[in-house]
């Protein structure tokens, strides 16, 4: 399937389910949903959509689907969303697709997705499908998990916790600054150091706010660590900034707030397909915003891993044939 322009039609074949996590977003889940399935009638395609209320409910259900020969998996809610959803379809021949509902939604930014759900659903349903890479992490505990955008240990996992929790209702890139704003009042930087296993960089030592690996040009709800990031080429882009005072951070904040640039000359970055991650204390590594584990941690980038819907449109990423 390399061209769905002519979709609604081709995607009649699919018996497409639509996985709604209710949890997503506040109440924009709930609040766009009858608008959804009425363009899905509109436009002849008899979608089933199944009302979830976790990410282990959803990845379930997504299983369940797949061993049904369910052949078109989509989802509304977030990024946490999402990866829930790669983690069911990984390995099965399936087509995936988002409509960014949740308090992140940066792989749908990436995918060139339209951030309103109505508009991001015209989108998608007249289409291309894409082949994007996906990031496995193998966490302290053993447990191996994917994730398609963003994932790393320090300041932001320890906000991914309030995210998630007292703050998860509020609106998108605010939703995480105040996170990380609550978390800065106790944080204390981590010593780490980052190996880079088959490649020919150096290894890095030293004290960090976070470190990340993404495979997504932006994080927590757009902010830019990586604007040249690529969803299909093949690489992790690793992040790291070094320990700021909490003066510092806060005289990141107006921009972050506005446009989300993260301009300061304490970011170092590099490019590799695996890296190791470990930290002079137990640290919690979250991936997508959901905590996976605790360090040492290590990322490998999966090529072509899933096929996705993706806008006509947009031009990152080449057709799938």
Same mark, same amino acid.
């Given at each position: 399937m390399n061209d769905l322009s002519d979709a609604p039609n081709a995607l009649r074949e699919l018996s497409p389910i639509v996985f709604v996590n209710g949890a997503a977003g506040g109440n924009r889940t709930r609040r766009h949903l009858p608008q959804i399935q009425r363009l899905f009638v509109s436009s002849h395609l008899d979608a089933k959509f199944v009302m979830t209320q976790s990410a282990a409910e959803l990845e379930s259900s997504a299983r369940a689907a797949i061993a049904a020969r369910h052949r078109l998996l989509l989802v509304m809610g977030g990024d946490g969303t999402f990866q829930a959803l790669v983690n069911a379809a990984f390995g099965a021949d399936v087509l995936l697709g988002v409509l960014p509902s949740g308090?992140?939604?940066?792989?749908?930014?990436?995918?060139?997705?339209?951030? @309103?759900?109505?508009?991001?659903?015209? %989108?998608?349903?007249? !289409? =291309?499908?894409?082949?994007?890479?996906?990031?496995?992490?193998?966490?302290?505990e053993g447990g191996t998990r994917l994730y398609a955008g963003g994932g790393g240990i320090g300041l932001d996992a320890e906000a991914a916790r309030y995210a998630s929790g007292p703050y998860r209702r509020l609106p998108g890139r605010f939703r995480y600054i105040a996170s990380a704003l609550r978390a800065l009042a106790?944080?204390?930087?981590?010593?780490?150091?980052? @190996?880079?296993?088959?490649?020919?960089? %150096?290894?890095?030592? !030293? =004290?960090?706010?976070l470190a990340a690996a993404l495979n997504t040009p932006t994080y927590g709800a757009g902010v830019r660590l990586v604007p040249e990031a690529a969803l299909n080429d093949g690489m992790l882009n690793i992040v790291m900034i070094e320990d700021l005072s909490k003066i510092g951070v806060l005289a990141l904040l107006p921009r972050l707030m506005g446009s989300g640039e993260l301009r300061t000359p304490r970011v170092k970055r590099w490019k590799a397909r695996r890296v190791r991650i470990t930290a002079d204390r137990p640290s919690l590594?979250?991936?997508?915003?959901?905590?996976?584990?605790?360090?040492?941690?290590?990322?490998?980038?999966?090529?072509?891993?899933?096929?996705?819907?993706?806008?006509?449109?947009?031009?990152?990423l080449p057709d799938h044939y």
């Open positions: 308090g992140g939604n940066d792989f749908a930014a990436a995918l060139g997705v339209p951030s @309103d759900p109505i508009k991001a659903a015209e %989108a998608i349903l007249r !289409g =291309k499908t894409r082949c994007v890479d996906l990031v496995k992490v193998r966490t302290a106790s944080y204390e930087p981590i010593d780490l150091r980052i @190996d880079f296993p088959g490649s020919d960089l %150096a290894p890095y030592e !030293g =004290k960090a706010l590594f979250h991936g997508d915003g959901e905590i996976l584990g605790a360090t040492p941690v290590e990322m490998e980038v999966v090529e072509n891993a899933v096929r996705v819907l993706a806008p006509v449109q947009h031009q990152q």
